[in-house]
């Protein structure tokens, strides 16, 4: 089976974040510093890597921040175009006022939440998805708690396993949309109560178990963690996408 690539993105970034405080208190979460490279910036660098050509962002709040610091794409070896909301619209508002500005509406595109930086293949999503009935493929990731875990033999405890996976996958906040999708979204709110249960209930929706680094940006300790994490493996960005010091 031949498979078309998709070339295209879209980034909603118009969210305040007030849980990731003081970061956000006037930049928008999306140019929160990861190992001194905001979130978008890995967003960006990733998509190019995968063949993506054009990337819509939806902005909001401070969303001259993001514009100041992508420009129009070309950094990125992308074109970038921005859509930005005269009010908050929610995340499927947001979503679907932003798709109508993507370079070819009529094809399919990816999707990613402001707040996730990872490195699974695009690629095999692609193929996942076009192998597929469904009209929305969601990128899925295991669950890993945020507390240790007794380990127990009757009443005794034997150790604590810190921040184990356990067997349920969460939205990974990535996702590949069919273009007929968008006439389906909200005009405000969030299509995650919406759009997405009318279509599981259909047998539309289809999930993508990944593999690879993935994190969610949600909280200062998200912050923290993500920056020693992209440290340690290598992953950090070149100077020139970065915005503060290496160890921010």
């Known amino acids: 089976m031949s498979v078309q690539p998709v070339t295209q993105a879209l980034i909603l ?22 190992a001194g490279a905001p979130i978008v910036g890995y967003q960006l660098t990733w998509l190019a890597q995968h063949g993506v050509d054009f990337v819509t ?10 514009r100041d610091y992508v420009g129009d794409g070309s950094l990125f070896g992308l074109e970038v175009r921005y859509a930005i909301e005269d009010e908050p619209l929610g995340r499927g508002g947001g979503l679907k006022y932003a798709a109508r500005q993507l370079a070819d509406p009529d094809s399919p595109f990816f999707v990613l939440n402001g707040d996730v930086i990872t ?19 969601v990128a899925l990731s295991p669950y890993r708690s945020n507390w240790g875990v007794a380990e127990l033999q009757g009443d005794l405890i034997k150790g604590f396993t810190q921040s184990p996976e356990l067997p349920y996958w969460i939205n990974a906040g990535v996702y590949v949309f069919n273009p007929e999708v968008v006439e389906l979204l909200p005009d405000r709110g969030d299509h995650e109560d919406s759009t997405f249960p009318m279509l599981a209930a259909d047998g539309r929706l289809v999930g993508y178990r990944l593999s690879g680094y993935w994190r969610g940006i949600d909280t200062v300790k998200d912050v923290i963690e993500a920056s020693k994490e992209i440290r340690a493996h290598g992953r950090v960005l070149a100077e020139e996408f970065r915005t503060t010091d290496l160890n921010t």
Request: net charge negative; glycine share 10%; charged share 20%.
């Open 119 to 137: 490195t699974f293949s695009l690629t095999d999503l692609t193929t996942f998805h076009a192998e597929r009935s469904g009209d929305v493929t």
């Open 57 to 66: 962002i939806s902005g909001g709040y401070r969303h001259e921040m993001i």
């Open 13 to 34: 970034a118009g969210g305040q974040a007030t849980r990731m405080r003081p970061y956000t208190d006037d930049a928008p979460k999306a140019m929160v510093p990861v």
